[in-house]
């Protein structure tokens, strides 16, 4: 049998490898990637596109970062894994940089942002038996409805997605649902008894790019405090410099350099979540970190995880954080956001097809003038890939927009042309 790895395909071909020989579980758009820089990727056939998805926020320091390629190849040359069972020379460094580099005691690190979830949920759950004296078993944690932090079976049990949940019952217990952004609801929920914490996604980025009001969170963290209540904040997709902020939890702050978490905007979790670019998309890593008094309640051999902590991710993720602090990322989303949502409004205050544009930083979506139900997001995405830029679609007739941070003004400004003639075009037959 000839070596698949060596001979040329086609897209189509590889379309069809993937579509006879993988689950189908994703429905990706009909474009094959094979190499990435920067804010660009080029399918095997040689096109050249602009991310615009930067895998669901996973590359905001862009595509094959040289300064995190080269940590992960020094490091792989050196030690790759050593489990937890031993120490290892990277570990203690990178705890201790990314615990200054956020303002938290502890890290506690894993792998995907499912992983990390999961570990946020268990330690606020073992910090109201230890502390708060709630009986075993029945801690209850309140979620927003729309969230999305996984897809794992605890996960998608506090899920009201039905695609991600339906048939992956019994769920697991123990979560009470409220909506998001309505802080009269959460007050409410939390006078419920044993309710150890509030999980919530600073912008829900799944949902469509849905911003909260600017004192959402400042107010919903008083509330968990008042009533003893921990309060989790996942930023696995918003955090690392993609809404204009080092975090979204630091709000509509003017850090003109690497955090300063300013105390009128700024609004620290008790335990915050971490993944994705945490990494640079290089390595799959997250964390969760937290001060001391909620952390120390994990003790040894009561969670871990074989990868978790490694030196190949220590040494990605320090290089990844650097990047974002050194080449002033944050900032340059704050700015370019701002720019994008305005042309973008220009445009659309123009349109039919297009009712409006919402986001922060470099997170940002449109909203297409049909139903959930119709193929016109997913549509226009396949016309956006073949004029050059990918983007996909999220809740039917959403489309998310998150191109890597490294973004320059120019290189916007050409896919804003991109999108917008895209729009125009489809509008004309979409009217006829």
């Known amino acids: 049998m000839e070596d698949i790895f060596t001979k040329k395909l086609s897209s189509k071909e590889l379309i069809e490898l993937e579509d006879k020989h993988g689950a189908h579980n994703y429905h990706p758009l009909p474009v094959v990637l094979s190499k990435g820089e920067g804010v660009h990727v080029w399918d095997v056939e040689g096109k050249k596109y602009f991310d615009f998805l930067s895998a669901y926020s996973a590359v905001n320091q862009g595509h094959c970062h040289p300064t995190i390629t080269k940590a ?3 490091q792989a040359s050196s030690i790759t894994l050593t489990s937890r069972a031993f120490h290892n020379d990277i570990l203690g460094r990178y705890e201790a940089y990314a615990t200054e580099y956020f303002g938290f005691d502890k890290l506690l690190p894993m792998n995907s942002g499912a992983e990390a979830v999961e570990t946020a949920i268990k330690v606020c759950r073992k910090y109201a038996h230890e502390k708060k004296g709630v009986d075993e078993n029945k801690a209850k944690i309140i979620v927003a409805n729309n969230n999305f932090h996984g897809r794992t079976t605890t996960i998608v049990s506090f899920s009201n997605d039905e695609e991600a949940r339906k048939d992956y019952g019994p769920y697991t217990p123990g979560f009470i649902q409220v909506p998001y952004n309505d802080t009269d609801a959460l007050e409410k929920a939390l006078q419920e008894e044993n309710v150890a914490g509030f999980m919530v996604e600073p912008i829900q980025g799944e949902a469509g790019v849905v911003v909260p009001d600017d004192d959402y969170l400042a107010k919903a963290k008083e509330l968990c405090h008042k009533n003893n209540a921990i309060f989790i904040a996942d930023e696995i997709q918003t955090g690392i410099g993609r809404t204009g902020s080092l975090l979204a939890s630091c ?10 978490r300013q105390e009128d905007t700024y609004v620290k979790p008790d335990i915050l979540i971490l993944g994705k670019a945490l990494s640079g998309g290089a390595y799959p890593v997250s964390a969760i970190l937290a001060d001391d008094e909620i952390m120390l309640v994990i003790k040894p051999g009561q969670h871990g995880s074989t990868f978790g902590g490694n030196p190949l991710g220590a040494a990605v993720s320090h290089a990844a954080l650097e990047v974002i602090r050194d080449e002033k990322l944050t900032q340059n989303a704050r700015e370019l956001g701002e720019h994008f949502r305005s042309e973008l409004q220009k445009f659309i205050d123009q349109s039919d097809l297009v009712k409006l544009v919402r986001g922060k930083g470099l997170l940002n979506a449109i909203v297409v003038n049909d139903s959930e139900e119709s193929t016109t997001a997913w549509d226009l995405c396949v016309k956006m890939a073949e004029n050059g ?19 320059t003004k120019e290189q916007l400004d050409e896919c804003i042309s991109i999108i917008t003639n895209t729009i125009s075009d489809f509008e004309k037959e979409w009217k006829k």
């Open 251 to 260: 709000g509509n702050c003017n850090c003109q350099g690497h955090c300063k």
């Open 389 to 407: 830029l990918i983007a996909k679609p999220t809740h039917g007739n959403i489309i998310r927009f998150a191109p890597p941070l490294v973004m």
């Open 72 to 74: 992960l190849t020094d």
